[in-house]
């Protein structure tokens, strides 16, 4: 699973109250996936860290609703919309990919082989009918390699949901994801006026800096999120590219 979320993020909740819906063990460790005993709501951890959850998604939706409203604007009606997302995660920004009827094929990578089963097997139902569509194909594998292998612009929105950001690594390999190489290698294969946006549990100026440098036209977007009594910001960077 290539989706994390900050330490702060997480909900106080009591380990004991779940109970486990399935558990898996693969390279980068143990992911598990609970049913909360308070709410009932589904919960991904990662070697005994919260990952996410099926109550608070607008992080996962805004994700999508902003690279898709600025990549898209003033696309001519019925063009091809191709999204390459990486990252399934409990699927609730591919469910907000599928929502906007432009998009004719949604790419998901995936780097955990189980959560991709857990979605088949149903196991995640608040998004089972965004899995099953037909645009949908889904790669197990580093979103890194995967993205190599594509042809130069071949995507019109890349989302990155795949770490905490470059300030909080879960993998320190993860780093390679906020370095120019690779944001060059994002912008080759974008369409011209292509989208790509990456999520981050908190501000970076040097990842906000390293955009400015690829791509002519990039932002910040602070995410106001709630989680009980706790406030936080989350941030999405944008960056479109032009030719």
């Given at each position: ?91 609730f920004t591919l469910q907000e990919v599928l929502a906007d009827r432009r998009v004719t094929a949604a790419h ?28 949908v194909e889904v790669t197990v594998g580093d979103v890194r390699e995967v993205l190599a292998r594509l042809d ?34 994002c912008r080759e294969k974008l369409v011209a006026d292509g989208c790509l946006a990456i999520w981050s549990a ?42």
């Amino acid at each position: 699973m290539e989706m994390f979320r900050a330490p702060e993020a997480a909900a106080d909740v009591n380990a004991a109250a779940h109970s486990r819906v399935a558990t898996a063990t693969s390279e980068r460790g143990e992911v598990v996936l609970l049913r909360r005993g308070d709410d009932g709501a589904l919960e991904l951890r990662v070697n005994g860290v919260f990952v996410m959850d099926t109550v608070h998604t607008s992080s996962e939706r805004l994700l999508a609703t902003t690279a898709l409203t600025a990549s898209l604007a003033g696309r001519a009606p019925g063009a091809p919309v191709r999204v390459l997302i990486g990252g399934l995660g409990l699927g609730f920004t591919l469910q907000e990919v599928l929502a906007d009827r432009r998009v004719t094929a949604a790419h998901v990578v995936e780097i955990e082989p189980a959560v991709v089963r857990w979605h088949q097997e149903g196991l995640v139902p608040d998004t089972a009918g965004a899995f099953g569509d037909k645009r949908v194909e889904v790669t197990v594998g580093d979103v890194r390699e995967v993205l190599a292998r594509l042809d130069p612009t071949s995507v019109d929105v890349l989302l990155l949901d795949v770490d905490n950001g470059p300030g909080f690594l879960v993998h320190d390999d993860n780093a390679g994801l906020y370095r120019r190489e690779f944001l060059e290698l994002c912008r080759e294969k974008l369409v011209a006026d292509g989208c790509l946006a990456i999520w981050s549990a908190g501000p970076s100026a040097e990842l906000e800096s390293m955009l400015g440098a690829v791509f002519a036209d990039s932002q910040q977007v602070a995410i106001p999120v709630v989680f009980g009594e706790r406030a936080t910001t989350y941030h999405l960077y944008i960056a479109r590219k032009h030719v």
